[in-house]
């Protein structure tokens, strides 16, 4: 600590990147020639930053990354042919791109592709990006805003009459930078004509539609982020691309990049955001793969393992002549998580690029140690065979025990390390003004793993000031984690791979020897089963002392023969540690192969002879010790090539209660037992206290000082549901130290499955709250609490965190609280209460469930039954295998492509805002025990349009938009035999209710059917239940209100609660079969006294009328004029009005057969004639059916079978007449904006230019624009107004009247709201047309501009890749 008046002499740098401690600083000054050189270093990570300081040479002067590839695909971008002509061509965006005339391109073949800016960038970056983004846009989109109401201002305090008057104000031309403000007043000024005495009053209406029209888009606005065009081209020698960064479609002056690996190009992606990016190219040129890179974290990792500052060595990597590969796992798609597909990648790449070392700051917990396809490539290929060290951080989530996530805390073949934090990392990154002992961080992962072994191989530096990305605008920062350690330890691995290289020439180096000799040399910090702080040097002499002993070079694999396989012994549970047990343990040596003698023939296989030699010559002579006297083994053990088994007894019957113990099984070799093991075997007892029949147990007063965890296991009484853990600290101990924050840990372990399910880990902080006035005695309680499981060991971990000072006492309590089903679902076993979700089916009237409180009296009983979720289920509609490109994506051990199960299926939402979440049980929640390479998800819309993905940890969605959406699910594994299998495979849709549903719950059946039957006295009145009683439960499941998205089938999803102090239960109600209604009793009509038919002329009768309606059909489908004609005529002259509206109806249809296209478009097919003529034919039927179809609301409660047959034809009327009208609308608005000429092929060009003129729509007579108002104010009194039919129909006659504004307002309205659905996919086609049309019309440019940037990510062509 400095003095109070005199500071330190220098800055503690050499604590910002910790190397002294790991004798990594003193060994590269001891040997300069061993610092990394000669080692590639694969980094699996978010991709290292191109820009960061420290990472761009070595310190011989080598470039320090060799090469930058995203291994997700995130960055990928698809390819297609065009043709250029006079160097410019279009790109994929829809923008006119000009080229480079210096670009070299031999051949002339051109490929474009585009990609979202916001798939390339980090979170962060993209936040500021789109916020800058937005800013401008808003300011220039205000500016237009405020021009419109200046002029509606103007318009308001001047004589509606003065025409000049309105004009002159309305002149806003002189404000600058928004073109659009000009317009304004000069479109408005054209409704206005001095013979039209209602001009004021549609100016008015109309600027009033503007400014509510600019209110909707703005509040709709949402950057969805440029789409940056790509051109790649072939210059005769590689392959290059140019990026429109800048969206000017101007790449007349840009450079064309090639791949990184070959030119070392980088190019700037966001200039102002310092976020740069490299390229490589992939499928002969068919996919430019834009590699950025993904967060800050992997730029940070590189730093710690292999940064050379030229001009700062102090702040060096461990390894500062290494080189380094990056290898984004990181997915840009779901938040830089890992995906499998990243990660299979990156396997591949450290074999294509030969890494010597790899280090992986990445990790999950998984359900199962040690198990997984990705996981045993890595150990059989990357590691034995292809010789390189894998490094990976043991995790975060301690400091309870078994808290190591996959791969490096759990799996063989990798180096599994933890974060260490000393004096140096204290004083110079932590600015304690006090430091604590040198210690593990709290929080750092500990072991063992769940099947026994050690979880944690290695202690490192956990934390460091070194290299950050560019875009961050700091040059070095500070992080920590186990992410952290693991480099600074791939480092040291460097560092000693470096040093073998030049020392012992060409000598084989396996990364089992390198491991061997880290693990044997780590000095002991007092962590479990002997982890210690990795020693450089001495790994180092280590290495060169045992140089020639063959034994070095292998591995030991052990398995524990009990029901779990396991690599350890680990006896966790109350029963396993009752009484002494027996095992039997297989030892085998594991040898490095290569790939040179799996590929080489038997004739030639001197490889081959070469490593069946070795495991020939191969024994050792083990002498095995026990560390602890309660485990017993034999004193010798001989071992071959093939292993051997040998017997242990492990008893713990008389270990302390609550207590941690450890032993390890130590194998030494005879003729070198100073070498230290060869192998240990960890054992593991967490022997836990017992609950007496209170259901509490007091772990007592526990002390703690600076960096103390204390460990306390207790035996989960079978039964109990959660527990509580009472945390009680004096004021009299606080007063006297310092305040502290202290971690409370607790976890179980079930089998198979992720330690989180059973896990809490709380910061609690003790002395930092006044306990009483005056100083008086008082006491601090804190009580946390958790979901537990029966029968299974909990361990209560509390820590106080490493920097906290001060001593502290804390008494600890724990208890007990427990409801469980005695029937289906909830059975007391010997192992506890089955913890398995309560279903009940629909169809039951009343569903009875028995409950028991095994574990104490339970208070506060007051049942509840609350439904949050529909359950459907979902079979796909397509399901194709195919298999994968073999450049990226072939399986390490085989060297044949993998595949991939694509299946599609259909979702619709039926309401905006719709939270949902998606499940396929079989492959998703894991990542590293997967069987299959990869499971991934992604949802887009009926325009094709890419709205979020997922992988295996899938999380509750959002859908803002309702209607039907595309799930892509994609499987990949090697087998396309094992995909067939799961090609019907069902996905689970939970979607969460707009309402919840509350079942009733009675503790008596007649309850729940009435009220007026009093209950008989011995029936349960809840509120308590004694310890072992049993009470029934009655769930009313026919009076269930089952939300209408819900189908027969659904499962509603929700929770079962009995009490606040237990836990709830996962409750699934079957929906039932919908109840039949009742056909409606009609009365008789009255008998009519005509003559009946007979039976010939009822047949006749019938025969005519299908014949007829035959004919009518034809009428719709009939391709020739001709024969149309002919077939209306006829049908007409022997035709009632009901059957001649019909002829007519059907006519019309046929005239204008694209109700959804605008009426001037090419697709509607009117021409002048046509309209006309339609216009004719629809008065026609508007007469014979308005009278009938305003009968319909009188038979709305039609009763009579008369009555019910009137209703059928008034409502057949009425949609006659509602078609009629529309039609008629429509061919009036293409006559009235004069767009149809003679061909159908003359469209609408002219509309959408605006030239401040009125010639194009000169044409339009005053008499047609009345007709066509009465025929739509007639229209909207029929049907809806926001139906798209009627929108389109009458939106024409605002832009008649100039009313541009008053169009657009449905039109947006109809977009905003409507469902997006394939079957209306034609509709939104030309909604979105006509609001392009009428921005335009307004001059709108800044929305114009807007809407069609955002066109080609809204409504792509193709699908995205996954």
Not at 79 to 98: H, M, N, P
Request: proline residues 4%; hydrophobic residues 40%; aromatic residues 6%.
């Amino acid at each position: 600590m400095a003095n109070k008046t005199t500071p330190r002499q220098e800055f503690p740098t050499h604590g910002l990147m910790p190397r002294g401690e790991t004798q990594a600083a003193e060994f590269v000054r001891k040997y300069p020639q061993y610092d990394g050189r000669g080692v590639v270093a694969a980094v699996l990570d978010t991709g290292i930053d191109p820009g960061a300081k420290g990472l761009q040479v070595t310190s011989e002067g080598k470039r320090k990354v060799v090469d930058y590839i995203d291994c997700t695909g995130s960055g990928d971008v698809e390819l297609s042919d065009v043709c250029a002509e006079e160097l410019t061509l279009k790109g994929a965006s829809g923008r006119t791109l000009r080229l480079n005339a210096e670009w070299k391109n031999p051949t002339g073949e051109w490929r474009v592709g585009a990609k979202r800016l916001s798939r390339l960038l980090p979170g962060e970056v993209w936040m500021s990006v789109s916020a800058e983004r937005s800013q401008r846009f808003r300011k220039n989109a205000q500016q237009l805003t405020d021009a419109v109401l200046a002029k509606k201002g103007a318009v308001q305090d001047k004589d509606q009459g003065k025409l000049s008057e309105v004009s002159k104000v309305s002149k806003v031309s002189e404000v600058s930078k928004v073109s659009e403000v000009s317009k304004v007043s000069e479109i408005s000024a054209k409704s206005i004509k001095t013979k039209d005495s209602d001009t004021s009053k549609n100016l008015t209406e109309e600027l009033d539609a503007q400014v509510d029209v600019l209110k909707t888009l703005n509040g709709a606005y949402a950057d969805l982020g440029p789409l940056l065009d790509c051109v790649v081209f072939h210059d005769g020698e590689q392959w290059r691309a140019a990026i429109d960064v800048d969206e000017s479609g101007d790449l007349s002056a840009a450079a064309a990049l090639g791949a990184y690996k070959h030119t070392s190009d980088v190019g700037e992606l966001c200039k102002r955001q310092l976020f740069y990016y490299t390229l490589n190219f992939y499928d002969e040129g068919r996919t430019l793969s834009i590699v950025t890179c993904a967060g800050s974290h992997s730029t940070h990792v590189a730093g710690i393992l292999a940064a050379h500052h030229p001009e700062e060595p102090q702040n060096d990597g461990v390894a500062p002549g290494a080189q380094l590969l990056s290898l984004m796992i990181g997915d840009h798609r779901v938040g830089s998580m890992e995906t499998g597909v990243g990660l299979t990648r990156a396997v591949n790449a450290i074999v294509e690029y030969g890494a010597d070392v790899a280090n992986m700051s990445y990790g999950e917990p998984s359900s199962s140690p040690n198990v997984g396809q990705w996981v045993q490539t890595v150990a059989q290929e990357v590691v034995r065979r292809h010789g390189c060290v894998f490094v990976s951080s043991a995790g975060n989530e301690g400091p309870a025990l078994s808290s190591t996530g996959s791969p490096g805390g759990t799996s063989d073949g990798f180096i599994g390390v933890g974060a260490h934090v000393g004096y140096d990392q204290m004083l110079a990154e932590y600015a304690m003004y006090e430091t604590v002992g040198d210690t593990v961080f709290t929080w750092s992962s500990r072991g063992p793993t769940p099947d026994g072994d050690r979880g944690v191989d290695v202690y490192a530096p956990g934390s460091a000031i070194t290299s950050f990305p560019a875009y961050c605008k700091e040059r070095l920062c500070l992080r920590n984690g186990t992410s952290m350690s693991s480099p600074n330890l791939c480092g040291v691995a460097a560092l000693l791979v470096s040093a073998w290289k030049q020392e012992m020439g060409g000598a084989s180096l396996s990364p089992y020897r390198v491991k061997n000799a880290i693990v044997s040399t780590a000095k002991p910090i007092g962590e479990l089963h002997g982890a210690g702080m990795v020693q450089t040097d001495s790994a180092w002499q280590f290495l060169k002392r045992y140089a020639a002993r063959a034994a070095e070079q292998v591995s030991w694999r052990t398995h524990v023969d009990d029901s779990r396989r396991a690599r350890g012994i680990y006896l966790r549970n109350a029963e396993e540690s009752a009484h002494a047990r027996f095992f039997n343990v297989s030892v085998v040596p594991v040898f490095p192969t290569s790939e040179k003698a799996r590929l080489e023939h038997d004739s030639d296989g001197e490889n081959g002879r070469l490593e069946s030699q070795t495991q020939f010559d191969f024994e050792q002579r083990l002498l095995l010790v026990a560390t602890e006297s309660w485990v017993s083994v034999p004193d010798a053990l001989y071992v071959a090539s093939q292993g051997n088994k040998f017997a242990a007894r492990v008893d713990a019957t008389k270990l302390q209660a609550g207590r941690l113990h450890t032993a390890s099984i130590d194998a030494y070799d005879s003729t070198d037992v100073d070498r230290g093991p060869v192998f240990s075997i960890p054992v593991t007892v967490t022997k836990p206290l017992h609950v007496d029949a209170s259901a509490c147990v007091d772990l007592g007063t526990l002390q703690f000082r600076p960096t103390e965890i204390v460990r306390r296991f207790v035996a989960v009484p079978p039964g109990a549901t959660r527990a509580h853990i009472v945390l009680r600290a004096s004021n009299a101990a606080a007063l006297e130290s310092s305040p502290a924050l202290f971690y409370l840990h607790c976890m179980q372990l079930e089998p198979a499955t992720r330690f989180r399910k059973f896990f809490m880990r709380e910061r609690v902080s003790i002395g930092h709250k006044s306990y009483g006035a005056g100083g008086g005695s008082a006491e601090q309680k804190e009580t946390k609490t958790m979901d537990v499981i029966g029968g299974a060991t909990l361990e209560v971990c509390l820590a106080q965190f490493w920097n906290q000072l001060g001593a502290h006492d804390i008494d600890v309590r724990v208890e007990f609280n427990g409801i469980v089903p005695a029937n289906g679902g909830g059975a007391l076993a010997e192992g506890g209460p089955l913890r398995a979700g309560i279903t009940v089916h629909g169809s039951n009237a009343v569903a009875r469930l028995d409950f028991i409180a095994p574990v104490r009296p339970e208070y506060d009983v007051s049942p509840s039954i609350v439904l949050t979720k529909a359950r459907k289920t979902l079979r796909p509609h397509e399901a194709v295998i195919s298999p994968l490109g073999a450049e990226r994506d072939t399986h390490l051990a085989t060297g044949s492509a993998l595949y991939k199960l694509e299946l599609d299926y259909r979702l619709e939402t039926t309401r905006e805002e719709t939270q949902l979440c998606l499940h396929m049980p079989a492959v998703d929640t894991q990542i590293y025990e997967n069987w299959a390479d990869n499971f991934a998800l992604a949802i887009f819309d009926a325009n094709k349009r890419y709205l979020i993905s997922q992988i295996s940890y899938t999380s509750p969605l959002l859908i803002k938009q309702c209607g039907e959406s595309l799930v892509r699910v994609q499987i990949r594994h090697r087998s396309a035999k094992d995909l067939e299998a799961l090609k019907d495979i069902p996905l689970l849709v939970d979607v969460v209710l707009k309402s919840s549903i509350r079942l009733t719950t009675k503790f008596d059946m007649a309850s729940i059917f009435t009220s007026t039957v009093s209950s008989s006295a011995a029936v349960y009145r809840g509120g308590f239940i004694a310890k072992g009683s049993r009470i029934p439960l009655f769930i009313d499941t026919i009076g269930a209100v089952v939300p209408s998205e819900a189908a027969p089938g659904d499962v509603l999803v929700g929770k079962l609660t009995m009490s606040r102090h237990t836990a709830d239960f996962d409750f699934e109600y079957v929906v039932p079969a919908k109840s039949i209604k009742k056909p409606e009793e009609s009365t008789p009509a009255a008998p009519k006294t005509d003559k009946p038919e007979s039976k010939e002329e009822q047949d006749q009768r019938e025969m005519n009328e299908a014949l007829r309606r035959v004919r009518v059909d034809w009428v719709k489908k009939s391709r020739d004029d001709g024969v149309r004609t002919r077939l209306v005529t006829d049908l007409l002259a022997n035709s009632n009005d009901e059957q001649r509206a019909e002829v007519l109806a059907a006519q019309l249809s046929a005239l204008d057969a694209t109700s959804s296209a605008l009426p001037w478009s090419e697709a509607a097919c009117l021409t002048a004639a046509s309209a006309r003529r339609a216009v004719g034919i629809a008065d026609s039927v508007i007469e014979l059916t308005r009278t009938q179809a305003l009968t319909a609301r009188l038979y709305e409660k039609a009763q009579t079978d008369d009555e019910k047959t009137l209703k059928k034809q008034a409502e057949l009327a009425r949609t006659q007449l509602i078609a009629a009208l529309t039609t008629k609308c429509r061919a009036l608005a293409a006559l009235t904006h004069g767009s149809v000429s003679a061909t159908a092929s003359e469209t609408c060009a002219d509309y959408v230019e605006v030239d401040g003129s009125d010639n194009d729509e000169a044409d339009a007579s005053e008499q047609t624009v009345q007709e066509y108002e009465r025929a739509a104010a007639e229209l909207r009194q029929w049907a809806a107004a926001d139906d798209v039919s009627v929108v389109i129909a009458t939106a024409p006659l605002h832009m008649a009247r100039h009313q541009y504004a008053r169009a657009l307002q449905p039109v947006l309205a109809w977009l905003a709201k409507a469902p997006m659905k394939p079957a209306n996919a034609a509709e939104r086609r030309s909604m979105v047309e006509l609001r392009n049309q009428l921005l335009a019309k307004l001059q709108w440019t800044i929305w114009s501009a807007h809407f069609r940037a955002i066109a080609p990510i809204e409504s792509p062509a193709t699908y995205e890749r996954l």
